[in-house]
């Protein structure tokens, strides 16, 4: 029966590659873009984590996804914070996306935001001289050729990067604070305080909570703990369609290569009866089939999304792609869930053919 399941598959050649391709494809989607979405995430989280700070002041109802952070909170907030027991450093930001780049951009003071945790270590240059000036991380500044004294467009107004430093404190690009309340028309408002304790970070959330109940006060660990895609209900029905769009697109697929397979085999399959085959080795025969499809197309697949994510990130040192060991493995039983559900009807038909009508089919 092996030899047969092999020859039969040799036999139609683009048959089989086009059935192996569909396979690939949604191993290939599945992999490669989860692949991305729990690399940005955790790329995310490590720098928000090197900021140092231990927590977190948002407004109501504001998004984990710190870019899309409204600038509504009142910068003399912070005051208040400050006098709060136990805070040693408060830092307003205002963050925005840069929809040219796709990039992410801090509007920060300066001063305050440089002493949580270990402040800036400059590669090149030093801090903001003048309001168009721009501080880069070493990254991003080596993704675009970019030294000190050099021009960059952020937010339709061109910048002068005024110093390069070490990356993980947050966002790529750093901007004064005032220039990116003029430039997003919010003066006086902030998206976010990052707020450094001297104390425990538990009883400064819950002063905070007192004193603001209703905005979001989030613990550095607690918010990290949530930089898993799996965690992110933003995510998950992108996650979800994912998974569904392959499903379909195998299941399509080898349901109508393997049909046809089965009407272009018709006199094969009364051959294999009338010589005493039974219903189920006939299932189990084409079922195989298919499920030898499935290993050839998820071992491209996989072999494609690793050579992809190897040439992207290369190409782009700022994207960052995470292929874990749980994806790998649902990608590939999805490949060989979907071979199997587009079998069983071809599979059962064929079995139930009469095998004189069989033998008889022109």
């Known amino acids: 029966m092996r030899e047969l399941i092999w020859a039969n598959l040799r ?22 873009l989860m692949g991305l979405t729990n690399g940005i995430v955790r790329e995310w989280g490590e720098r928000v984590q090197g900021i140092g700070a231990d927590l977190l002041v948002q407004p109501p109802n504001s998004s984990l996804f710190l870019a899309f952070s409204s600038a509504v909170l009142p910068e003399e907030m912070a005051g208040r914070l400050r006098s709060v027991e136990g ?10 996306m840069d929809t040219h780049s796709v ?29 168009d000036d721009v501080i880069i991380d070493d990254i991003k500044a080596a993704s675009k050729g970019l030294k000190v004294g050099d021009r960059v467009e952020l937010l339709n107004q061109r910048f002068r990067v005024s110093g390069i430093v070490e990356h993980g404190r947050g966002a790529r690009y750093f901007i004064p604070l005032r220039t990116a309340q003029d430039l997003l028309g ?138 874990t060991p749980g994806w790998l493995v649902q990608g590939v039983l999805l490949a060989l869930g979907g071979c199997v559900l587009g079998s069983v009807y071809p599979a059962f038909r064929a079995a139930a053919a009469d095998p004189v009508a069989a033998l008889a089919y022109e």
């Open 11 to 32: 036999a139609r050649p683009v048959r089989t590659v086009l059935s192996v391709a569909a396979v690939s494809l949604q191993v290939f989607l599945l992999l490669f």
């Open 87 to 96: 805070v040693r450093e408060v830092s307003p930001v205002v963050a925005v």
């Open 103 to 131: 990039t992410m951009i801090y509007g920060i003071d300066y001063d305050s935001y440089n002493r949580l945790g270990r402040g800036f270590l400059f590669h090149q240059g030093g801090p903001f001289r003048e309001p």
């Open 186 to 323: 919010v003066e006086k408002r902030v998206s976010m305080f990052w707020v450094d304790s001297d104390g425990s970070p538990q009883q400064v959330q819950q002063r905070f909570l007192a004193l603001l109940p209703r905005h979001r006060i989030r613990l550095m660990e607690e918010y990290l703990s949530l930089m898993v895609s799996s965690n992110l209900p933003e995510v998950r029905p992108f996650t979800n369609a994912v998974i569904l769009v392959g499903l379909v697109i195998t299941f399509l697929v080898v349901l109508l290569s393997m049909y046809t397979v089965v009407l272009e085999r018709t006199r094969e399959i009364g051959i294999l009866k009338a010589l005493g085959a039974s219903r189920w080795s006939i299932v189990g025969l084409l079922v195989r089939e298919a499920l030898a499809m499935a290993v050839l197309g998820a071992i491209v697949g996989v072999v494609a999304s690793y050579g992809v994510k190897e040439i992207v990130t290369s190409l782009r040192p700022t994207m960052s792609i995470l292929i």
